[in-house]
């Protein structure tokens, strides 16, 4: 009979997610010499992406290229990097905080505190071909991929009011927009002055297709048999969290997006990034998918500063006791 794994020595902090934020939560904590493991199942959510933009000194960079720079960087300071995907994380009974996490290996960590930052899944309307296209020509941040395709025919597969938003930010790369309307949204007649005053055009219809052609995206095909031609389609995604992780722990999350549009979930924090749960911070993705490298990068080391902090109250509180118990 196999035997499970034995549990690992607990940590000051578990970092659980590997990406930007995560990176840097476990540089900043590793530099104050805490002891640190980061669990990562090793999909982050700019994995189909070639490039990462909007990142000062590294723009251009591949997604790929930064997270082996950062895992290299950690590592040096003794951060225990550990791929496993995290089934079940929760808090443990007790006064101070402390958490035990496992992974899908059957191992079990334990910590004091927990940073989570496991990102999000995008998912994406449901028009057949959009996902092999994705991180191509299918995006969703006119910041992270828009100057690529600057002054091409462009595209926005509208599922709701964010689309109008997205559309003037979409309109400045490039004269030749084109809102699809699908099924889901109707600009009223403010919006549709706004549109028409840039000079977008408006096409009615159920998007049901893509057509591609030598692997390039060549139009949205539409319910009534016509194409859209476009090179590329700006689209919004609706974030999903893990929930082995965020109802693992309990934190609470709240809706994205407007009453009229659901944008998905995202795990609430406060200024500092603590969640609802003491112990528990968030950073980057997980707490909202606006957030691009270089925010995920700077949250998770305002982050891992705070946990630090927490972690420095909760030593001088413990050393005073002791002092206490001595003297008594």
Known sequence: MPTAPAPTAPVDVLVLGGGV???????CLGRSRRRVRVLDAGEPRNA???????LLTHDGTAPAELLATARDEVARYGVELVTARVVDARALPGDEPSFEVRTDDGTTHRARRVVLASGLRDELPDVPGLADRWGRDVLHC???????????????????????????LVR??????????????EPDDDERADLEARGVRIVPGRVTGVRVDDDALTGLELADGSTLACDAVFIATRAVLDDALVGGLGVETGRVGSPDEDLGAAVTVDGTGATTVPGVWAAGNVTGPQHALASCIAAGSAVGAQVNLSLAHADLAAARDDLA????
């Open 21 to 27: 934020a995560g990176l840097s939560a476990a540089l």
């Open 48 to 54: 189909a992406s070639p490039h990462g933009h909007n």
């Open 142 to 168: 006119p910041y992270c991929h828009g100057w690529e395709v600057r002054d091409r025919t462009l595209a926005v597969l509208a599922s709701g009011p964010s689309a109008v938003h997205r559309t003037l």
């Open 172 to 185: 400045q790369l490039g004269d030749d927009v084109t809102v699809a309307l699908h099924d889901a949204f």
């Open 325 to 328: 118990a001595a003297g008594a």
